[in-house]
């Protein structure tokens, strides 16, 4: 895919604006001139110098392995082995890959940071360094504050969010033959399969220019971390434990249209509005673009992205951008086939057809249900749902749930919030039989006009 021939830091440098280029040179500066050299020698830092530079933003075992990969970097093609620090050519060349290169270029840094041995890497360091960078975005965000509102948790079981994450991201990786690299076998990664899974897996580049913006507090301005990490937003009156954590959150939030990224408002959650399919209809219908999720009795954790607006209907909805996706016990997502255009479902009250809230299949064969008994619900998929070609998301087909959440995504229009003010009388049929049957009235009737439907 290309040799490996090195480039001078000067030559690269110009793939950075003059700006950026300064900003570099003075880190640079700051980490070197830490140490006392001689004045005649040239500029260069240790990995301890690294180290005390960066502090506790980033956990120790990645400092050493950004400090590996940069001074592993040949800027001159002739260097014999590795130097013991790492120049300004170096770092220059090393931030111009890993920032700024393509992937044959990021997979030379990236090769050297899983091992210290030269050639081809072992499936379990490949799994080890996912492992790493993963935790180390975490790490990095919860040490500058900028979780958005979201937490840390670990997931219930034996694997923690981390490791599913990462787990996620090697299960992108191609081997010849089509072998999963999590396999039975241990097989070796050579740079060109390297290379290959950087390009597969844009999360593997992400993730690592977070590590550095924020880690090394370099160059943050062209972090766009609010597209990474949506802002949270929920009743800061009521305390509220969401299933997700800040790494389900920015897997699930990758997936959604860019526009959608930056904000996630909480809509439902059985926790502060009870088990009640009313009110689940009365506060997620003319909503906008929604991700819906639930944890099963089993621990398992899923659910969906609802493009468009839900409506109250017994006809099919949405489009083909909406998806599938579980977070717990693995990580995936599941995007439509186009077979079909059974994306949401959504009714109540009728006689005829199932009543209750689902994504993909058809009647009584959903991808994913929530039925109007609220609690229950079934995913099923033999061998996978027809619409996003999902396998089964839950433990058990028919299970049973205490938690769900349902958030808009994005900004709320205007229109959107013109239907804020609508009284759950008008979108919950059964709550205004309830209402005449008991013999009261509806003081408002007559008195302001019902919001018409989009």
């Avoid at 050299?37 to 110098?49: D, H, I, K, N, V």
């Avoid at 950087?198 to 972090?223: D, E, K």
């Avoid at 809509?267 to 991700?291: K, N, Y």
């Avoid at 959504?346 to 008994?373: A, E, K, R, S």
Wanted: with cysteine.
């Amino acid at each position: 895919m290309g040799n490996s021939k090195s480039l001078s830091g000067q030559s690269l440098s110009s793939r950075f604006l003059p700006e950026e280029q300064a900003e570099i040179d003075r880190w640079f500066d700051a980490v070197s001139s830490a140490e006392l050299r001689s004045s005649t020698s040239p500029r260069s830092f240790s990995l301890q110098a690294l180290k005390s530079h960066v502090g506790e933003a980033l956990p120790p075992e990645m400092v050493t392995r950004l400090f590996e990969g940069m001074r592993r970097v040949d800027v001159t093609g002739k260097t014999k082995g590795p130097s013991e620090r790492i120049s300004q050519e170096q770092f220059t060349v090393s931030m111009s890959y890993l920032l700024k290169g393509n992937a044959e270029e990021k997979s030379l840094v990236i090769l050297k940071m899983i091992s210290a041995t030269e050639g081809p890497v072992k499936a379990r360091e490949v799994k080890k360094f996912a492992e790493d960078l993963v935790g180390s975005v975490a790490h990095v965000l919860n040490y500058r504050q900028e979780l958005r509102g979201w937490t840390q948790k670990q997931a219930p079981g034996s694997l923690s969010r981390v490791q599913v994450l990462a787990a996620q991201l090697c299960s992108e990786m191609k081997l010849q033959g089509g072998e999963k690299l999590l396999g039975p076998q241990q097989r070796d990664c050579d740079r060109t399969t390297i290379e290959d899974w950087v390009f597969r897996a844009p999360h593997v580049a992400t993730f690592l220019s977070v590590v550095i913006h924020q880690g090394f507090l370099l160059l943050c301005s062209s972090l766009d971390l609010a597209a990474l990490v949506p802002e949270r937003q929920a009743d800061q009156e009521r305390e509220f434990a969401s299933v997700l954590d800040v790494l389900s959150v920015i897997y699930i939030n990758s997936h959604l249209p860019r526009e959608l990224r930056h904000r996630w408002r909480l809509l439902f959650s059985s926790e502060l509005h009870g088990h009640s399919f009313a009110q689940l209809c009365g506060r997620i219908t003319h909503r906008g673009p929604c991700v819906v999720l639930l944890e099963d009795h089993d621990g398992h954790v899923f659910g969906g992205f609802a493009s468009c607006s839900w409506a109250v209907k017994p006809q099919f909805q949405g489009d083909d951008r909406c998806l599938l996706f579980s977070i717990s016990p693995s990580m995936a997502v599941h995007t439509s086939t186009g077979y079909n255009d059974h994306y949401m479902y959504l009714t109540q009250g009728q006689q005829t057809i199932p009543n209750g809230l689902g994504m993909g299949g058809q009647h009584n064969y959903f991808g994913l249900w929530i039925d109007v008994d609220f609690g229950k619900g079934h995913s099923r998929a033999k061998p996978t749902c027809t619409t996003y070609n999902s396998p089964q998301l839950s433990a058990q087909e028919d299970f049973r749930f205490e938690k769900m959440e349902v958030w808009a995504v994005g900004d709320a229009s205007v229109t959107q919030l013109a239907k804020n003010t609508k009284s759950i009388l008008d979108v919950d049929p059964t709550a205004q039989a309830l209402l005449e049957v008991s013999g009261r009235i509806r003081h408002s009737e007559g008195l302001r006009e019902v919001p018409e439907d989009q």
